[in-house]
């Protein structure tokens, strides 16, 4: 699930800033995948969120030639700016589907590029609040993941060996439009998503707010001339992905 983006600009927080006052900037990319934010950095080595089971809706407007339609939330290390040297993501969500009407949810972690592995997590509906953590131990050698249904109490432990070289210079909390074995699937209409009590581990210390720094990335649909499909904002400790349209 790795991502594809081109830089939009860094965009100010007001037109006018007092001399010596602290000016924030926040890039914003583009991306034919991803929409969510990306904080970067050095030995980044745990990531969580708690986020939403998505909405299923198909679009309004359907999008040419697909027959299924998806959207998944994950968070992740990695996979931003991936490259052969440093090709792994270690990322957990969960996806809807709709595909005819026949609404269907995935729950899955993976260390790209091997394969996802699927979970159960028991039953779901729409709206049920997921938190994910992920992290790796000091040696960099194994990888745990953590995921839990807070309206159901499900919950999920795991642990794996790192055998996907990873860099540890970026956490990600994303809302994807997924691949396919047949190429981009159609985007879900999920309405708004949002990722709540975000952390992020850097150098051994967590953090609980978002840096000035944060890269926020939006999906334009690249097989639709470039119709931009979400838009993401965030505060110190949120980030919402709103959707747009086809």
Known sequence: MKVTT?????LSAA??????????RVTREHSSNWSGAVVTGQNIT??????????ANIPKVNETGKDAYL?????GIDGYNATDDCPGLWQAGV???????????MVWYELFPLSPVFIDLGNMTIGDLISVELSTDDSETEASVVMKNLNTGAEYKNSTAITQKLCFKAAEWI???TYTLSGLAGLLDFGTATFLNLTYTEGGNEFDTLPDSVILTD???????????TYTNNTKDT????????
């Open 6 to 10: 081109a830089v939009l600009g860094a």
């Open 15 to 24: 037109s006018v800033i007092m001399a010596g006052r602290h000016q924030k």
């Open 46 to 55: 745990g990531v969580s969120a708690t986020f939403p089971v998505l909405d």
């Open 71 to 75: 959207a998944t939330a994950w968070v």
């Open 95 to 105: 996806q809807s589907e709709n595909r005819d009407g026949d609404v269907s949810f």
């Open 175 to 177: 809302l994807e439009r």
């Open 219 to 229: 999906i334009y649909d690249d097989e639709k001339n470039d119709v931009r499909q």
């Open 239 to 246: 980030v919402t992905v709103k959707y747009l349209g086809s």
